[in-house]
Each structure stands twice: as C-alpha cells, then as structure tokens.
C-alpha cells in the first residue's frame, strides 16, 4: 500500500461550486498533516496544516479523521485562482514529509 | 522574504555525464531535501540534510549523492547521468519548528540524453 494515496483528478468545478478531496494515509504514526499548493510549472507552497482534528482557513476546512487515516481538503466558494494541484502530505519520521501524489482542481468560469 | 535558489532551471547533459545541481537557502535552515518529482510519481525524497556535513538516504538515493559542507548551500551529484533521472529535481528548505513548511526553490528540470 502506497503511503500516501490521493484520487488524481481533475476535478472540474465550476467558480462558486464546492469541492472536497481526501487523502488517504498508511503510517497510522503520523501526528501532522499539511496539505500543500502546486501550480502548473511552479514549485509546492504551503497552504495549511492539521494537527488535531481539523483547521479551517477562510474559504478552506481540513479535516482529519485519524480512525480512518484519511485527511480531507474542502474549497467553498471556488475560485478560478484555486485551479492547481493539491498535495497531501503527512509527517513521516524525523523530518520527513511524504507528498501525495497530488489532486488537480481545474475551476472554470 | 524567505528565498531558496537553485541554480539551473533547464539542464540538458548526456548518459555518462557528471551533473551538479547546487541549492542555496538564505533563511539559517537547518534542514535540506531534494526531491525528484515525475508525473504520476509526485514528489519522492532523495536525500535530506539536517546539519552541516550531516546527510541522510531519501526513498530512492540510487544514483545520486549530496553534498553540504556549508549551511547555506545543499548539492545534489548524479556521477554518472542516465536517461532515467530525466527529471524535475526540486530543492527544499525547513527550519527547527515542529512545523510542516517546506521552501521550494523553482526547481531545476534535468534533461539525460
């Protein structure tokens, strides 16, 4: 089993819709989980972290559902800004961040 | 602004080549990585550093190696380039913080011939 497992995508959405991806994770260990941004051609940024059940940032909520090993990622009130990737990534060990293989969101007018 | 540079964006080198990509962090981090991302593989760790002359194996260190012999700056050397590391190496940056953000430079795409 992959450590970090996410549906690839694209999801298509249309601006104002909401969306929701989940990420699934195999090391019941990790106690931290980020979800990070990629745009098209340019490198990973962070967009938020999780550490207990859930965070909520403006029009992003993440959720963590340590039970099932699964962290979810929800966009309310899409924007055509918010087309990117979506990179889920739990705490391995020391240091160590494993990234997911990412989620594509294409929003559209 | 914090600022992770890395110095060749687009690198073309033939089978057999010895390649250098070199990163460089402005922010005191102690902790470097380089990752390797590739379609459909997302972002695999190769090697990561989390003190001067400290260096430890990513998932997939075949081929290559690093070299960090200052703070600032983190190398990763393939000694002997092969068609199958035709990819985009990104290098990232993390302070001590129990904290997940990772700096990524630009990345630098590798093409092996």
């Known amino acids: 089993r992959k450590e970090v497992e996410q549906d690839p995508g694209p999801f298509n959405v249309p601006e104002g819709a909401t969306v929701a991806f989940n990420c699934t994770y195999s090391?019941?260990?990790?106690?931290?989980f980020f979800w990070y941004r990629q745009d098209c051609r340019k490198e990973p940024k962070l967009l938020m972290s999780?550490?207990?059940s859930g965070n909520e940032d403006g029009r992003f909520t993440a959720q963590l559902n340590r039970a099932s090993q699964y962290i979810s990622l929800l966009i309310r009130d899409s924007k055509l800004s918010d087309s990117a990737t979506y990179l889920c990534?739990?705490?391995?060990?020391?240091?160590?961040?494993?990234f997911g293989t990412g989620t594509r969101l294409l929003v559209s007018p | 602004d914090v600022k992770v540079t890395q110095s060749s964006r687009y690198l073309v080198k033939r089978t057999g080549e010895k390649v250098f990509l070199e990163c460089v962090q402005d922010?005191?981090?102690?902790?470097m990585f380089w990752y390797r991302q590739d379609p459909g593989l997302g972002l695999r760790l190769i090697y990561f550093?989390?003190?001067?002359?400290?260096?430890e194996k990513g998932d997939i260190p075949e081929g290559y190696s690093v070299s960090r012999e200052k703070k600032e700056r983190f190398s990763l050397i393939l000694e002997s380039a092969s068609t199958n590391q035709t990819s985009m190496y990104l290098c990232?940056?993390?302070?001590?913080?129990?904290?997940?953000?990772?700096?990524f430079g630009e990345g630098s795409r590798l093409t092996v011939l």
């Open positions: 990232a940056s993390k302070g001590p913080t129990n904290t997940g953000e990772l700096f």
């Open positions: 090391n019941s260990a990790s106690q931290s």
């Open positions: 999780v550490y207990s």
């Open positions: 990534v739990p705490r391995g060990g020391f240091q160590k961040l494993v």
């Open positions: 922010m005191d981090h102690e902790n």
């Open positions: 550093s989390y003190d001067v002359k400290m260096k």
